[in-house]
T-cell receptor
Framework: DTAVSQTPKYLVTQMGNDKSIKCEQN?????MYWYKQDSKKFLKIMFS???????INETVPNRFSPKSPDKAHLNLHINSLELGDSAVYFC????????????FGPGTRLTVT | ELKVEQNPLFLSMQEGKNYTIYCNYS?????LYWYRQDPGKSLESLFV?????AVKQEGRLMASLDTKARLSTLHITAAVHDLSATYFC???????FGAGTRLTVKP
């Protein structure tokens, strides 16, 4: 059984479009995260939710909006896509707090043309 | 702002050799994580270090944490090809990751 799943795995789209990436975890974890990994492999946290409440909101453009319908899901919606948004986006989850390691999803490779 | 710095960023070593990867962080963190990422794959947790002086070992990898020096190390013993990957350290302080160390183990 997949612990943290993301859809789609690959996403190719044109500049200006709006797209969403979905994330689901079946581990019963309270905290979920979105990370962006650029072409140089730098990994940067974007958002963190704990029990559907936003707890980390790094400096990312307003075009990025996370949505957590329940604690098992954290979706990422991106408006007006730009070339610089091309990256791999990872969803992750962990039990409440930072005492535990995170479990990462397989990643979504977003290419904006 | 917290900075997490790893070195070296690239490491090429021969099988059977030992080496250490260093992770320095600039402000107080009471948790330090190590992750492994294979090319084109996701991240896999290796170690969670919870307190000063913590040492954890798994196979040929051993991680340690010195919170006073703000330093964590990942020591590789008798490297084998299967250890080739990128290794990241991360602080629980805003979940800041280091830049990663790309390790290549050659026969």
């Amino acid at each position: 059984d997949t612990a943290v799943s993301q859809t789609p795995k690959y996403l190719v789209t044109q500049m200006g479009n709006d797209k969403s990436i979905k994330c689901e975890q079946n581990l019963g974890h309270d905290t979920m995260y979105w990370y962006k990994q650029d072409s140089k492999k730098f990994l940067k946290i974007m958002f963190s939710y704990n029990n559907k409440e936003l707890i980390i909101n790094e400096t990312v453009p307003n075009r990025f909006s996370p949505k957590s319908p329940d604690k098992a899901h954290l979706n990422l919606h991106i408006n007006s896509l730009e070339l610089g948004d091309s990256a791999v986006y990872f969803c992750a989850s962990s039990p409440a707090g930072s005492y535990y390691e995170q479990y990462f999803g397989p990643g979504t490779r977003l290419t904006v043309t | 702002e917290l900075k997490v710095e790893q070195n070296p960023l690239f490491l090429s070593m021969q099988e059977g050799k030992n080496y250490t990867i260093y992770c320095n962080y600039s402000t107080t963190s009471d948790r330090l994580y190590w992750y492994r990422q294979d090319p084109g794959k996701s991240l896999e947790s290796l170690f969670v270090l919870l307190s000063n002086g913590a040492v954890k070992q798994e196979g040929r990898l051993m991680a340690s944490l010195d919170t006073k020096a703000r330093l964590s190390t990942l020591h590789i013993t008798a490297a084998v090809h299967d250890l080739s990957a990128t290794y990241f350290c991360a602080s629980n302080n805003d979940m800041r990751f280091g830049a990663g160390t790309r390790l290549t183990v050659k026969p």
